[in-house]
């Protein structure tokens, strides 16, 4: 399996509105399958065509696993191909999450999104699907849709100051924790 090239920073590429995707086929099969095998050796929970230089409305989305008592729920971890995905409703409830993106590594920023969507997508054989998601699953197909029109999570940052280096975040939270943990013994 080909490992691909994920676009970074700020490639002109991953400025650019994906067109739509008009044919299934053994190529576009091979495409599907290297991204998943780029996303999950980047360690990523989704990849958009755009971020690989591919000009399509594409998008592969792998959420992570559930956990019971730190065991992992077996088959809890869902793979998800979306053709020309859509967003068809929203949710006016919106969360405030940290995000990272595997075209802006080594940073997070904090972005609200809405809690709930319904996406509608062809699958990998070109049947329509319709989803409903909310949390975290949300979030991630938000992330990669926008992907598709040209649209980096760094524009949607709550405020220009919550956007850090993974180092800087890592030390907020110790930071936080141990705040919490003194507080407590007080």
């Not at 044919?23 to 755009?50: C, H, W, Y």
């Not at 053709?83 to 068809?88: A, G, R, V």
């Not at 926008?146 to 280096?165: A, C, Q, R």
């Not at 975040?169 to 007080?186: G, H, P, V, W």
């Amino acid at each position: 399996m080909k490992l691909l090239e994920i676009a970074t920073g700020e490639a002109p590429v991953l400025r650019k509105v994906a067109a739509p995707v008009d044919k299934i086929d053994l190529s576009l099969q091979q495409l599907i399958d290297e991204m998943i095998f780029t996303m999950r050796d980047a360690n990523g929970v989704g990849l958009a065509a755009p971020q690989i230089s591919k000009q399509m409305r594409l998008v592969v989305i792998e959420t992570p696993p559930e956990y019971d008592d730190d065991e992992v729920i077996p088959d809890s971890r869902q793979l998800h191909v979306m053709i020309n995905p859509e967003i068809t409703n929203a949710s006016r409830k919106t969360t405030t999450g940290i995000e990272g993106c595997l075209s802006l590594p080594g940073f997070v920023g904090e972005v609200s999104r809405s809690h709930a969507i319904m996406v509608e997508f062809l699958d990998r054989r070109g049947k329509k699907q319709r989803l409903r998601l909310k949390g975290w699953d949300a979030r991630i197909v938000q992330h990669e849709v926008d992907h598709l029109d040209g649209i980096m999570y760094t524009d949607k940052l709550t405020s220009p100051e919550n956007y850090w280096t993974d180092e800087e975040y890592e030390k907020m939270i110790e930071e936080a924790a141990a705040q919490r943990e003194a507080e407590e013994l007080e």
